[in-house]
């Protein structure tokens, strides 16, 4: 793996990259690093169209116009985790999908290898939750060709490692909160991570989804329990049956329908 631009982070009072010449991960993989950029998923961008490879990221000690799902801001100071993927996985954009999933997985072993006492769940489709509360946040955005193809996606993931908000909408903390080593700064964790995904990136590529859907269901938070899922304009309420071969969540409604939600915010009932 190439690390470029190295900041000093020494300047920011902070430990976060001190000492940090290289990360150790595969070679496939190029870090960019950056002091403060607007959105990591827009330098990514950047990059992607000049033709960088499957692997490149872009990561930032922290972001002025950091985006969360459905348009919503993701606060970012200096001490989280900010970094976007560039993926060119070669397969559909509704395939592609799935690796919002995969993402997660990746979190959710990186953060029990950092500390085996953390019992991370995950929340549909893609956050993960420590003691019911949110860590992180994945942001996947795609770019189609000519021909309405997948180009490339850019998975986004901001993780809490030492803020959280406290006015989100689904309650929020942090890795040292919940009682991460505070000396473990962003790049062991983006390293941690990168190792984490590699594996289950190569799995869902020969394999495709079904292994990656039962490994992310096995975590799944609030599985056989009631839910609410907030979509623009209604609140659904029901029970969380499974998510399908797809990824869509499915719902066995309290008026008995079943329903099938590819996008949505989920509440737990207790
Ligand atoms: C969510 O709403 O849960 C998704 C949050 C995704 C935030 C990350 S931080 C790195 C990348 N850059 C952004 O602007 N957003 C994503």
Redo the contacts with the bound molecule.
């Keep these: 793996m190439v690390l470029q631009s190295l900041h000093q982070l020494y300047l920011l009072g902070n430990d976060i990259m001190k000492g940090t010449s290289s990360l150790n991960t595969p070679t496939t993989y190029t870090v960019h690093s950056r002091e403060e950029?607007?959105?990591?998923?827009?330098e990514v961008r950047l990059l992607a169209e000049q033709g960088a490879h499957d692997g490149t990221i872009v990561w930032?000690l922290r972001?002025s116009?950091?985006?969360?799902?459905?348009g919503?801001t993701?606060v970012?100071p200096v001490g989280?985790?900010?970094?976007?993927l560039l993926l060119r996985p070669g397969t559909s954009i509704a395939d592609a999908a799935n690796l919002s999933f995969v993402a997660s997985l990746a979190l959710s072993d990186a953060i029990r290898k950092l500390d085996n006492n953390l019992v991370p769940r995950l929340k549909w489709p893609?956050?993960v939750l420590i003691s019911g509360k949110?860590v992180?946040?994945?942001?996947l955005e795609s770019k189609a060709d000519k021909i309405g193809s997948l180009d490339y996606l850019?998975m986004?993931?901001?993780?809490n490692l030492t803020h959280y908000p406290e006015d989100a909408r689904y309650p929020a903390t942090s890795l040292v909160e919940q009682g991460l080593s505070n000396k473990i700064g962003p790049d062991k964790l983006l390293e941690t991570f990168i190792n984490s995904f590699d594996p289950w990136y190569k799995l869902w590529k020969k394999e495709g989804f079904p292994n990656v859907r039962s490994a992310w269901l096995d975590q799944a938070h609030g599985l056989g329990e009631k839910i609410y899922v907030r979509l623009p304009g209604e609140t659904l309420s029901g029970r969380f049956i499974t998510i399908d071969k797809d990824g869509a969540l499915d719902l066995d409604l309290d008026s008995g329908k079943q329903r099938l939600v590819t996008a949505g915010d989920v509440f737990f009932a207790s």
């Design positions: 950029v607007g959105s990591t998923n827009d930032a972001q116009a950091g985006r969360g799902r459905q919503r993701w970012s989280n985790l900010y970094f976007s893609n956050d949110k992180s946040g994945v942001l850019i986004g993931i901001g993780v």
